[in-house]
C-alpha cells in the first residue's frame, strides 16, 4: 500500500505532520479528516525514492566543506534580493553531490509547503547542527536572516579551518608510524629469517636477545597470516569500541590528557566553545539555550558535560564563570574572563576575545606539532633499526671474524 506524506491543521490550529498508509490520495485525505485533521500538504513517498536517498547518504556524505559553501552562497543571494526558493535551486543546480542535491531538493519542497527555512533544516539534524538552526531561526524572528546565515556560514568556515589545521599536524607522524611498522612487519617476517639462516647452522653461542629476534621471526615466517587476522581484528574491534557510547567518552578523556597532542585539543575545545557561545549571544539566542546549544557541537563529551553543568548553573541563578572554575580542563583566565563580561554586561565581546585567543594558540601549537614530533620518531626509528642491526648484523661479524 502506497505511503503519504501529510502535513495538516488540527481544530486546535496546530501543525501536525507524518507519513500515512492509504490506497490514494483522497483515501488519505479521508483518513486525515476523520482524525480531525485538515491536510494543507499531502504527497506520494515512492519506495524507490527512500532507498535512493538511503544509498545516497551511505556514498555521498556532506562534508564541512560542502556545507560552508551552502551557507556561503545562500548568504550571497540572500543579500542580492534573490528569493529563498530561488536561491536553494540555484545551490542545488551547481551541487555534485547527490545526496546533499536530495536534501536542498527536499528543503525547497517543504519551504513552498509553508515550512520556515529552521523549520526545513530541522527535518534533516544529521546535515545541519542544533546551533545553525538555532541561529537561523534567530534571524528569521529578527528580521535579520542574511546576517544569520552569514554567521553560520563564518561558524562553520572557523571550525573547518581549525579541525583542517590539527588534522593536518596530525597525518604527518600517523603516515610515518604506519610505514615504518608496514616495514618492520616485511622485515622481520620474510628478510631476518634469511639474514639468520646462517647464525643458525653454525651452532653457535648467541645473545640472548638475538635468540629472542630468530624466534619472533620464525614464528612471523611461519604464521605471518594469523599475525596480520589479528592485527586487523585488533584494530576492528578498537574503531566499534570508539564508536561506542562508552568508547568515545573514554578516548576522549584520553584525547586531552596525551603529551604533546593533548594541548592542542583542549585549545581547539576551549576556542570552539568561546567563538560558538558568541555567535549564538550575538544572534540573541539565550544564554541557557546558547549553553545546551554549544555543550552540543564541541565534540568531546567531557566539555559537552562541564558545559551543560554550567546551564544547569546559570538556569538556577548562578554564574557561569562559577561554574566553569570548578574544573581544571578549562584554563583559569577563561573563567576570570568570563567574570569579567558578566560583570560588564559584555560577555559575548570577551568570549570573541577568548576564541581569537585560543585559536592564535592551535594556530602556533599545530605549526610546532611537527618539529616537537620528529625527534620522537627518529628515536623510535633509531631504536628499531639499531636493535635490528645490533641483533643480526653483529653476530654474523662475530662470526665471521671466528673464521
Known sequence: MPKYFFRAKSKAGEINEGVIDAATTDAAAEVLQKNGLYPIVLREEKANDSLKKAFLSYWDRVNSKEL????????????????????????????????????????????QDGLALSDA??????????????????GEVSGNLKKS????????????????????????????????????????????????TMIKTMNADIPWYTQGLIIVSDFMAAYWWAVLIVIFGFIGG????????????????????????????????IARFADNLAILLTSGIPIIKALNTVSSVIGNSVYETIFLKAADEVKVGGSMSDALRRYHEIPPIVSQMVHIGEESGQIDLVLGHIARFYTQETDEA????????????MVIIGVGVGFLAFSVIMPIYNLAGQM
Do not use: C
Not at 536553494?88 to 517543504?110: G, H, M, P, R, V
Not at 608510524?177 to 639468520?196: A, N
Not at 570508539?242 to 585549545?267: A, H, M, S
Open 68 to 111: 560552508m559553501m551552502f551557507f556561503r552562497q545562500l548568504s550571497i543571494l540572500i543579500e542580492a534580493k534573490v528569493p529563498i526558493t530561488a536561491s536553494l535551486q540555484a545551490i542545488k543546480n551547481q551541487t555534485s553531490n547527490k545526496y546533499f542535491e536530495k536534501i536542498i531538493e527536499e528543503i525547497i519542497n517543504d519551504i
Open 238 to 269: 578498537l574503531v566499534y569500541y570508539l564508536k561506542t557510547e562508552d568508547g568515545q567518552r573514554e578516548w576522549d578523556q584520553i584525547k586531552i590528557k596525551l603529551p604533546i597532542f593533548g594541548e592542542v585539543f583542549r585549545n581547539v575545545y
Open 121 to 138: 533544516l530541522k527535518k534533516h539534524r544529521n546535515i545541519f547542527s542544533v546551533m545553525s538552526i538555532n541561529i537561523i531561526k534567530a
Open 366 to 377: 599545530t605549526k610546532n606539532l611537527s618539529a616537537l614530533i620528529e625527534p620522537v620518531l
Open 149 to 196: 546565515v552569514a554567521y553560520v556560514a563564518d561558524n562553520i568556515e572557523k571550525n573547518y579551518a581549525m579541525a583542517s589545521k590539527v588534522k593536518s599536524a596530525l597525518m604527518y607522524p600517523l603516515i610515518v608510524l604506519i610505514v615504518f611498522f608496514v616495514i618492520g612487519f616485511i622485515v622481520i617476517t620474510f628478510i631476518v629469517p634469511k639474514l639468520t
